[in-house]
């Protein structure tokens, strides 16, 4: 009698398997392989597994969401590539899994646009007009649209009414991360270029939501604070540093006295001169060493900003240094005293190392 039941369950077991395997092999096998025609997919940076197969099945790419996150975790695939891509039905999940990973989207007239970290609104509206449909125009316009910036702030949690200060230049100047970016081709609107570049920034920042609430500073300012590291740092080691130099002149009620944020003030850009006596004595929200700055500051971002300047605002180095300077070749010093800070410099100069325009 035993026995039997032994049998009974191994045959069981054997037709769960069966069944389960059956399964799996149908779900991830084409929706239809006869049907041809081609859908724009967008898989966004960061996508998982698991949004990855729900927007497929959505699309009706795919038969079965769970099969596909089978296949993607028995084969240890974890590379998916942000994109737009068109993909049929008559392709199977390793197929569709495979295209994925390459990161090469099949659509003919689709563009990449790398938006890099330091540049400001300026150089994106350019960039923007250098590979798209639209004009610097469209973007400037955009930005001086109140209710589409309202519009933003209602949607993301990290953009508030700071960003409609009468003296901030453009309100969405350090909002939007860089990166490289794939869009379905040269007429995309700049309100999507902006929804993307936005929904990163979003991820990014949602990491050190918890910390940001609990730091002293909004989150305006500490992408203030990450748009002067990274315009003043060359090597990621230093921008910690960096950031407990401003925060140590902002406790002490001291000028940060930072030259990019007088440069992006007086919309000089950063190589093209050195700044006039005029430039640095003139009061502007943005300008950290003119008048009527001390112990704050600019009024808003200054530039794009990387993950590493955003870091190091958020968790600086506790250190006692109010002054740093750095070298051509992008080395930074750090320094206590004033004295010590201009026999840096002097040093500097003396070796030629001290940076010239």
């Known amino acids: 009698m035993a026995k039997k039941i032994i049998i009974i369950v191994v045959a069981l077991i054997i037709m769960v398997i069966f069944s389960i395997y059956t399964w799996y092999i149908f779900n991830i096998m084409p929706v239809d392989k006869y049907d041809i025609a081609s859908y724009n997919i967008e898989i966004p940076m960061g996508s998982s597994s698991s949004t990855i197969a729900k927007k497929l099945k959505t699309e009706g790419i795919i038969k079965n969401e769970l099969a596909f996150k089978i296949y993607v975790k028995l084969n240890n695939i974890n590379n998916f590539q942000a994109g737009i891509y068109n993909l049929t039905k008559n392709l199977s999940t390793k197929e569709i899994v ?198 704050k500051l600019p009024v808003g971002p200054i530039s794009m900003v990387s993950i590493a300047s955003i870091e190091a605002a958020i968790n600086p180095n506790e250190n006692n240094y109010i002054y740093f300077v750095a070298d051509k070749n992008g080395k930074v010093y750090f320094t206590r005293t004033y004295d010590e800070h201009m026999t840096k410099v002097n040093e500097l100069k003396n070796s030629g190392l001290w940076i010239q325009f």
């Open 98 to 295: 495979e295209i994925l990973q390459t990161g090469k989207v099949n659509g003919k007239d689709s563009i990449s646009i790398t938006f890099v970290e330091g540049k400001n609104m300026r150089w994106i509206s350019k960039k923007i007009a250098e590979t798209t449909n639209n004009t610097e125009e469209d973007v400037y316009s955009l930005l001086e649209n109140k209710e589409y910036i309202d519009s933003l702030i209602e949607k993301y949690w990290f953009l508030t009414d700071e960003i409609k200060n009468e003296n901030i230049y453009y309100p969405l100047e350090g909002y939007l991360f860089p990166d490289t970016y794939e869009f379905e081709n040269k007429d995309i609107k700049v309100e999507k270029i902006f929804e993307k570049l936005l929904n990163q920034m979003d991820k990014k920042l949602s990491v050190y939501k918890n910390d940001i609430e609990k730091s002293k500073y909004s989150v305006h300012e500490i992408l203030s604070t990450a748009a002067i590291i990274e315009n003043e740092a060359v090597f990621d080691a230093d921008r910690k540093d960096i950031a407990g130099v401003i925060y140590n002149r902002l406790k002490e009620n001291m000028s940060i006295q930072s030259d990019v944020t007088t440069y992006y003030a007086f919309k000089i850009e950063m190589g093209s001169r050195d700044l006039y006596l005029s430039d640095i004595n003139k009061y502007n929200p943005y300008n950290t060493r003119g008048p009527n700055m001390t112990g």
